[in-house]
């Protein structure tokens, strides 16, 4: 019993420093005195910028681009009130009326770099591209019902217009 006993204690002494030994690093020294550590010094500027331009990153990659459709209620200094429409279908689009309870209004912030077309569409634009006329527009081609596209994204519950789109039926 004791002769098992020493055995037993024997292989896991054994087993244990065989574990040691397959754990090392292949014979090479760890000496921390012998590994080469390369240390970038910044200027807290550098830092700074750099932290900036992380954090507006994040803040483009967490802006999801949104498609408005709608009709312009009201017009203020930098924003706007659209009535917006919603597909019904395929390619069918309906703007519930006025006042009706299934009227969505979304008010719309304006900013500086907030762009603008106007598309003429003659036709009802049967004939694709060939029935739209484009040409650069500007926040005094808005008007009360006037229908728009506005591509943007919401920001908490405000809608911040990247281009808008002034569609002018004739």
């Given amino acids: 019993m004791k002769r098992r006993k020493k055995a037993a204690g024997c292989v896991g002494i054994a087993l244990l420093a065989i574990l040691m030994i397959g754990c090392g690093d ?4 760890a000496s921390p005195s012998t590994k ?7 200027k807290p500027d550098e830092t700074l910028k750099s932290t900036e331009d992380d954090i507006s990153h994040i803040d483009d990659i967490e802006k999801e681009m949104t498609t408005l459709i709608g009709s312009v209620k009201s017009i203020e200094k930098n924003s706007l009130v659209i009535r917006q429409a919603f597909e019904d279908g395929e390619d069918v689009l309906v703007e519930p009326a006025e006042g009706s309870p299934d ?12 762009q603008y077309e106007v598309k003429t569409v003659k036709n009802s634009g049967v004939n694709g591209d060939s029935d ?29 217009a990247e281009k808008i789109f ?5």
Avoid: A
């Fill in 103 to 114: 009227e969505t209004l979304v008010t719309v912030t304006i900013s500086e770099t907030t």
């Fill in 166 to 170: 002034i569609m002018l039926f004739v």
């Fill in 36 to 42: 080469n550590v390369s240390v970038r010094e910044e």
């Fill in 26 to 29: 292949s014979g090479k020294e």
């Fill in 132 to 160: 739209i006329e484009r040409r650069e527009g500007s926040f005094s081609d808005l008007e009360e019902n006037v229908s728009v596209n506005i591509s943007g994204y919401y920001e908490g519950e405000t809608f911040w």
